[in-house]
């Protein structure tokens, strides 16, 4: 019997110190039924050269040009011409441990899975090992999916069937915020069988100026990805698990988002974002919810913040939470 293949997703856009490093941890693999996509997205410096030097040496890599869009639409442009039997969407500055295809493939034929998901490192941007963060305790097989609700979204410690994928017609949504978010929603209501396995899959480089370390109005695009995914549920008839499950989360990462504000340095400007993502909270029902214990206690801080928002978007508030978490770092 044939191996499954994976297919290998991989968006980019002027990630010339990374992306070598990001195709050689993929060629390494040790599992040998591999293509790789590689979707450049209008990238203005020396990656796409270093991706057509690369493929000299790799035959298995098709290489795709657009004009910039984002990260999604280049996913999606992959999904198009990708022929695995599962999918691995990988970070152009993210590194994948050579176990890593070989190990989520086992877990995904051996329990019928349509979706795997392992551990992951945080590295730094020279490469150095920062942090290991096991979200996986033990292995496990569920038949519940809505049970990884809370799971940590990045796409490159998670692979996914295809069928799963081409049967529901999931694609990522076009949102600047919270785009491994909004396609891991959707995938978690699709799908059947979902495997945690305690494997270390990748190494999560932590790059100064990405997005998701961005503080400007773009994080007020949230909102946008949870309309997306709110019509996809309404869509396939989900909307009621869309109220159990996935309201609070929507009201959690409205409140990560919210919680950026203490990096702006205008207080009138700290006062509109707490402002907008107030109002769009407020607007979520959460009577029929689902609450887990982790997220009632941030609910409380969130609705404790709101209420003290002098105080909130002060600057010495920033102060004492960045003094907090330092301490809280160094395990103070």
């Given at each position: 019997?044939m191996?499954?293949?994976?297919s290998?997703?991989?968006p980019?856009?002027n990630?010339?110190?990374?992306i070598l490093q990001?195709?050689?941890?993929?060629?390494?693999?040790?599992?040998g039924h591999?293509e790789?996509?590689?979707?450049?997205d209008?990238?203005t410096d020396?990656s796409?050269n270093?991706?057509n030097?690369f493929?000299a040496?790799?035959?298995n890599?098709?290489?795709?040009?657009?004009?910039?869009l984002?990260a999604a639409?280049?996913?999606?442009?992959?999904l198009?011409?990708?022929?695995g039997?599962?999918i691995l969407f990988?970070?152009?500055?993210?590194i994948l441990?050579?176990?890593a295809?070989?190990?989520?493939?086992?877990?995904a034929v051996?329990a019928?899975a349509?979706l795997?998901?392992g551990?992951?490192?945080?590295v730094?941007?020279?490469?150095?090992?920062?942090?290991?963060c096991n979200?996986?305790?033990?292995?496990r097989?569920?038949s519940?999916p809505?049970?990884?609700?809370?799971?940590?979204?990045?796409?490159?410690?998670?692979?996914?069937?295809?069928?799963?994928i081409?049967?529901?017609?999931i694609?990522?949504?076009?949102?600047r915020?919270?785009?491994?978010?909004n396609?891991f929603?959707?995938?978690?209501?699709?799908?059947?069988?979902?495997?945690?396995?305690?494997?270390?899959?990748?190494?999560?480089?932590i790059?100064?100026?990405?997005?998701?370390?961005?503080f400007?109005f773009r994080?007020?695009?949230?909102?946008?990805?949870?309309k997306?995914?709110?019509?996809?549920y309404?869509k396939?008839?989900?909307?009621?698990?869309?109220g159990?499950?996935?309201?609070?989360v929507?009201?959690?990462?409205?409140?990560?988002?919210?919680?950026k504000?203490?990096?702006?340095i205008?207080?009138k400007t700290r006062?509109?974002?707490?402002?907008y993502?107030?109002?769009?909270?407020?607007q979520?029902?959460?009577?029929h919810?689902?609450i887990s214990?982790?997220?009632?206690?941030d609910?409380?801080?969130?609705r404790?913040?709101?209420?003290?928002?002098?105080?909130y978007i002060s600057?010495?508030?920033?102060?004492?939470?960045a003094?907090?978490?330092?301490?809280?770092k160094?395990?103070?």
């Amino acid at each position: 019997m044939m191996e499954p293949l994976v297919s290998v997703i991989i968006p980019i856009y002027n990630k010339e110190l990374y992306i070598l490093q990001c195709l050689e941890s993929v060629e390494k693999q040790k599992y040998g039924h591999v293509e790789i996509i590689v979707v450049n997205d209008g990238s203005t410096d020396r990656s796409l050269n270093i991706i057509n030097n690369f493929s000299a040496n790799y035959n298995n890599i098709i290489i795709l040009d657009q004009e910039n869009l984002n990260a999604a639409m280049a996913r999606n442009r992959g999904l198009e011409v990708c022929n695995g039997d599962y999918i691995l969407f990988l970070d152009s500055d993210d590194i994948l441990y050579e176990n890593a295809i070989a190990n989520m493939v086992k877990a995904a034929v051996d329990a019928k899975a349509d979706l795997v998901i392992g551990n992951y490192n945080t590295v730094s941007e020279e490469n150095e090992f920062v942090n290991e963060c096991n979200i996986i305790k033990q292995n496990r097989r569920s038949s519940e999916p809505m049970e990884f609700i809370g799971m940590v979204p990045n796409p490159s410690n998670k692979l996914y069937a295809r069928k799963v994928i081409d049967n529901n017609g999931i694609v990522w949504g076009n949102v600047r915020i919270g785009q491994d978010l909004n396609f891991f929603l959707k995938f978690l209501v699709c799908c059947q069988t979902v495997v945690a396995i305690t494997d270390c899959i990748y190494g999560w480089r932590i790059v100064k100026g990405s997005i998701s370390n961005s503080f400007d109005f773009r994080i007020f695009d949230i909102t946008e990805s949870f309309k997306d995914v709110k019509k996809f549920y309404r869509k396939a008839g989900k909307e009621k698990v869309y109220g159990k499950y996935v309201s609070v989360v929507e009201y959690r990462h409205y409140y990560l988002q919210m919680e950026k504000q203490k990096y702006f340095i205008n207080r009138k400007t700290r006062s509109i974002v707490v402002d907008y993502f107030s109002i769009m909270m407020r607007q979520i029902d959460l009577s029929h919810c689902k609450i887990s214990d982790r997220y009632k206690s941030d609910l409380k801080k969130c609705r404790c913040k709101m209420a003290l928002k002098p105080f909130y978007i002060s600057h010495m508030y920033a102060v004492l939470d960045a003094k907090f978490a330092r301490k809280s770092k160094e395990g103070i």
